[in-house]
């Protein structure tokens, strides 16, 4: 390793001492020349590479995606007495050549350039010259067709690299994802044993809370009451907020509402003129927004302190982009809120959303199932019942993190205050996790949840799990409320997927210490709770079956459009003298009860409902919608 003092390279600096995981970091850079870092939004990374780049010698390169961070950076660098600038084409002509010339004589210690600046020969004819110990790529996620952000830029990235093999290479990003990590390394060329690592994503300051609505209505008051909370009187704040808005125009739309209402609120969104977006995040830097309206366009490279709360109106298209954005919030240290709105129409607008995202050409199979599962890795996590963050931290590979419960997010919150018999609740766990012990490696969560609701199943006939203790264990509850049950499980680190396209779930060696009692199986059961006994009389054998298929979860229209399709799939059944699941499960019913869908694209959002049941079945399930609708 180099020998540098970092201890007196850090207080040059102006830092007292490092951030967990930080000296590890630069020493593992300096010592193997390679090092992929992944920390959050926050996590302290520009320094892994600020004070290398101070300390060795020659002129360290930064790739940065935007030059507002750049500017940032390279004042805080300059008042701090580093020599360092950036390189981008809103500078004047005569001032890049300038600065260009300087470079080139090795007057700095850091260099920023925008990823698409090293499709210049003359800066990678410069580059090449260069004495440069180090290449730092900040966002790399942005390299990869599979982050939540590719930039094609990034592309110009290996070849540069190639150019100066004697440099060592850091790559930082805030996607810990197994694919996005092996596709940044193959595409800068770096060897897949390049040391990974992962710390920083503990935000314990940050209260995080997942609320269902279903109209907007309730997305007002909640947000309402989340600025009332958290930032006081509205012209009077004390810290601001960001509101993440799903589309334009609901940015627009929100923001107008919250300035009537007396706050100070700017929308942002790419839509806009560059100068309008200019002047709102300027306005917001400069603590003169106390809440601004954005979409995902809002964000990378924004460092205020004082956000108090963050309020997502639409859950984000994946649990990396979601911690991005909510980690924004409580910069300073202090508390902060972390609001996440669910309702139904979600997963149609988000598939929407993913499938128009493809500059006007077909989009690839291939991408979008794989920012479809990235979005649902985000709802299983909104639908747990463990710890928020202690679930952020599994999902991100930062297991020593692990808070045990953070006791501010609303599902600590909530298993503080249940008064449910905790006995009850280790016992139904176990249970559960018996019966993905029985199928472990063998089948998928569907089969799990049959064996243990004791359901009718060929493959649990022929495999003999029908006739094991197991099935039926938990039969008092419906196949539905187990499903959300397995998939909590899953959330907390008891329950994982094995396999490819179709995927068998196992234990893990967490989900085997809560079923020996070795760990506690302290979990927020699902809502929907054990179906209740039949009283006499026509309504209890209503309220059973309402019980058992999750219809507890409907509003009277998606109820109402529930039966109609039960109707239809039951009339049908009887004609083709099949069972009635054949034509349609209870849950692809109640999905569509909820989608509404209009087309047959939307009625494929559906769970269960494939291009054969599309042709099938498809027009007939759009007609009971538009008849019911109709109904209404």
Not at 38 to 43: D, H, N
Request: a neutral charge; glycine letters at 10%.
């Amino acid at each position: 390793m180099t020998d540098i003092n970092l201890d007196s390279g850090l207080n040059q600096l102006g830092f007292a001492e490092f951030r967990p995981g930080q000296r590890e970091s630069i020493e593992t850079l300096l010592r193997v020349g390679k090092l992929l870092l992944v920390a959050p939004t926050g996590g302290g990374k520009s320094l892994i590479y600020q004070l290398p780049g101070a300390l060795l010698p020659g002129t360290t390169l930064v790739v940065s995606p935007l030059i507002a961070l750049m500017h940032d950076q390279v004042s805080a660098l300059e008042e701090r007495g580093v020599r360092a600038t950036y390189l981008a084409g809103t500078l004047d002509p005569g001032e890049l050549r300038r600065r260009m010339s300087s470079v080139a004589q090795g007057e700095y210690k850091l260099v920023y350039v925008a990823p698409e600046r090293l499709a210049h020969s003359a800066l990678r004819s410069m580059l090449a010259r260069l004495n440069c110990p180090l290449v730092a790529i900040d966002e790399a996620h942005c390299i990869s067709e599979w982050g939540h952000d590719f930039r094609p830029d990034y592309m110009q990235i290996g070849p540069v690299l190639e150019q100066l093999p004697k440099a060592r290479v850091l790559a930082c990003t805030a996607t810990a994802t197994p694919i996005v990590r092996d596709e940044i390394l193959a595409r800068l060329g770096l060897p897949p044993d390049t040391p990974q690592l992962i710390h920083g994503f503990a935000r314990p300051n940050l209260a995080l809370r997942v609320i269902e609505i279903q109209t907007k209505r309730e997305r007002r008051r909640h947000v309402d009451d989340l600025l009332g909370e958290n930032l006081g009187v509205a012209g009077h704040a004390g810290g601001t907020a960001i509101i993440y808005a799903p589309t334009r125009k609901t940015t627009e739309e929100e923001a107008q509402r919250l300035a009537v209402d007396g706050w100070v609120s700017r929308a942002y969104h790419a839509g806009m003129e560059g100068r309008d977006r200019d002047r709102a995040q300027n306005a917001f830097a400069a603590g003169e927004v106390e809440v601004i309206v954005a979409t995902n366009a809002f964000g990378m490279g924004i460092d205020r302190a004082d956000v108090r709360c963050i309020a997502h109106l639409a859950p984000p298209s994946s649990v990396e982009a979601y911690y991005q954005e909510a980690g924004r919030a409580g910069r300073d240290g202090e508390d902060a809120v972390c609001l996440l709105l669910i309702s139904p129409g979600d997963m149609a607008l988000r598939r929407y959303l993913i499938e128009s995202d493809s500059d006007g050409r077909a989009p690839d199979p291939e991408v979008v199932r794989h920012k479809w599962n990235l979005f649902l890795e985000l709802m299983r996590w909104a639908e747990g019942g463990g710890c928020r963050h202690d679930a952020i931290l599994r999902y991100f590979g930062d297991e020593e993190e692990t808070l045990a419960g953070c006791g501010r997010c609303d599902v600590c919150l909530m298993l503080a205050e249940e008064e449910g018999d905790p006995e009850e609740v280790s016992t139904v766990v176990r249970k559960a996790l018996c019966g993905v012990a029985r199928v472990h490696g063998r089948f998928g969560i569907q089969v799990a949840a049959k064996l243990l609701q004791g359901g009718a199943d060929e493959r649990l006939q022929w495999s003999g799990l029908s006739q094991t203790p197991t099935f039926g264990t938990l039969g008092e509850y419906s196949e539905d409320w187990l499903l959300k049950l397995l998939r909590r499980c899953i959330t907390a680190g008891w329950v994982d997927f094995q396999g490819g396209d179709r995927p068998v779930v196992v234990v893990t060696e967490e989900g085997r210490s809560v079923i020996h009692a070795r760990r506690p199986a302290r979990m927020l059961l699902p809502s929907t709770r054990k179906v209740a006994a039949a009283p006499t009389g026509g309504r209890g054998r209503s309220s059973r079956r309402a019980a058992a298929s999750g219809q507890e979860d409907l509003d009277e229209r998606a109820r109402d459009l529930f039966e109609a399709l039960r109707a239809y799939r039951l009339e049908t059944a009887r004609q083709q003298k099949v069972p009635p699941y054949v034509v349609a499960s209870d849950r692809s019913l109640r999905d569509i009860a909820l989608l509404r869908p209009g087309t047959l694209n939307e009625l494929e959002l559906a769970h269960g409902i494939g291009p054969a049941k599309v042709d099938k079945y498809g027009e007939a399930l759009l007609s009971v919608v538009r008849r019911t609708a109709s109904d209404a």
